[in-house]
């Protein structure tokens, strides 16, 4: 079973629990409103997705190709996140924990940390393995981290830019893209185990 890791508490210079909360559900709404018309449902927009390079927690340079014979569920982080990114990789395990085998052979969870300074690979390696050990650790240049952002449109920023400690405020979303790395689907921050296999379970079904 899927497992959080031991919490770390945010910087005592950081913002409060309840501000940071607050905050970081503004950035969803506006990342979710951003995303809608990208993804065709007020009409015909960019694809999300597609070409990257990072480094995963092996120290090993990847990029989309790497996961090409899969499905990936990607979802955008950092490890010193205080409470959004561990319920979220939580839920990430227990859902790949509820596919069967032969599914489980078809998926790639992908975590892509937005917090090049502090999240080596190293430290990507002991924090993903606390959640399950098929979610691989991604990590960038900030030139790399930029592109793919950009290309998932991905909102990440420092709520404090003079302070290497401090939190970053970012939008929370899985995404679920087909095996040529376009995203076909974006499921919200919060949302269960069961409908992430529900997701993935129909994308392998249309795509087998």
């Known amino acids: 079973m899927s497992k959080s890791p031991k919490s770390r508490s945010p910087h005592p210079t950081g913002p409060s629990r309840r501000s940071l909360i607050g905050g ?6 506006v990342a979710v ?15 999300l997705g ?31 996140c205080p409470d959004i990114c561990p ?22 969870l992908l975590f892509v940390s937005v917090d090049p300074d502090r999240d080596t690979p190293s430290v990507l390696a002991s924090y993903v ?8 650790g991604l990590v960038g240049t900030p030139e790399q981290l930029e592109k793919i952002k950009k290309a998932f449109n991905v909102i990440a920023r420092k709520s404090d830019p003079n302070n290497p400690d401090s939190t970053i405020d970012h939008s929370a979303l899985f995404y679920l893209c087909d095996r040529d790395g376009n995203v076909v689907r974006v499921l919200p921050h919060g949302a269960s185990a069961a409908v992430l296999v529900e997701a993935v379970r129909a994308q392998l079904t249309a795509t087998p």
């Open 24 to 29: 970081l559900v503004g950035l969803v709404l």
């Open 33 to 47: 409103l951003a995303l809608l018309p990208r993804l065709g449902v007020f009409g015909s927009g960019p694809q």
């Open 50 to 80: 597609g070409a990257f390079t990072l480094t995963d927690h092996h120290g090993k340079t990847v990029t989309q190709k790497s996961y090409a014979d899969k499905l990936r569920v990607m979802f955008f982080g950092y490890t010193y």
């Open 87 to 108: 319920g979220d990789l939580a839920t990430l395990g227990q859902a790949y924990d509820l596919l069967a085998p032969e599914e489980q052979a078809q998926v790639a």
């Open 129 to 136: 393995a606390a959640f399950s050990p098929a979610i691989t």
